[in-house]
């Protein structure tokens, strides 16, 4: 009897930056999958899927994968066409230092539950201030981080995991968040890149 493969399932949401990462990683990867955009996160398929009711989430088969760093080691386990990671260790390190700091240190700090939550507490003229203090405070880390590195990407002239983060987050601090990127010229360099290219394109939005 033959077996059907079923086409992945991704959970996402257009204006996550953890949804961006993961969709820029299987179509990087050449994977073919549904994309579901989640209009509530009490879904109950969807909590079934994920029960933190967070984006995203990935049905690969019978196997559910949810938070988007475990999603992308688990898609370079499994597909290793198109790597995340570069072979040199000193690369792979900083690709995995940057993940670090946009996803523990920046993107928490300006999740939109956590700005709107300052603003009920202290006023709604500082969600901005708050936002762009966190992320100016990574983005300080990163330019610094990248200098010795960086060639057309973050770690040099291939797109890698540290790319995957840094697009969404540079989008999100720029077009959101307006933050002043004067004092940033190798991401704002980086970003020019990203723009120009098709694949972080698609999933602009």
């Not at 994309?35 to 009711?53: A, K, Q, R, W």
């Not at 969600?127 to 057309?152: C, N």
Request: proline content about 6%; hydrophobic content about 40%.
């Amino acid at each position: 009897m033959e077996v059907i493969e079923q086409k992945m399932k991704l959970y996402s949401h257009p204006f996550s930056s953890c949804s961006r990462r993961v969709r820029l990683a299987l179509n990087l990867k050449g994977l073919d999958y549904e994309c579901i955009n989640i209009t509530s996160f009490h879904d109950p398929e969807f909590l079934e899927v994920n029960p933190m009711g967070y984006v995203p989430a990935l049905m690969d088969g019978t196997t559910a994968v949810s938070d988007s760093y475990a999603i992308l080691l688990y898609l370079e386990e499994k597909y290793p066409q198109h790597a995340l990671l570069p072979q040199d260790l000193m690369k792979k390190t900083i690709n995995y230092q940057v993940a670090s700091i946009v996803s523990s240190s920046i993107q928490p700090l300006q999740n939109t539950i956590l700005v709107n939550y300052i603003g009920e507490l202290v006023s709604p003229d500082e969600k901005l201030p708050w936002a762009q203090h966190h992320i100016r405070k990574g983005f300080v880390a990163l330019e610094k981080l990248l200098v010795k590195y960086a060639g057309k990407y973050a770690t040099g002239d291939e797109i890698y995991l540290a790319d995957l983060y840094l697009a969404p987050q540079l989008y999100n601090a720029i077009y959101r968040f307006l933050l002043d990127m004067t004092e940033f010229p190798l991401l704002l360099k980086l970003n020019k890149a990203y723009s120009e290219t098709p694949s972080f394109q698609q999933i602009i939005c």
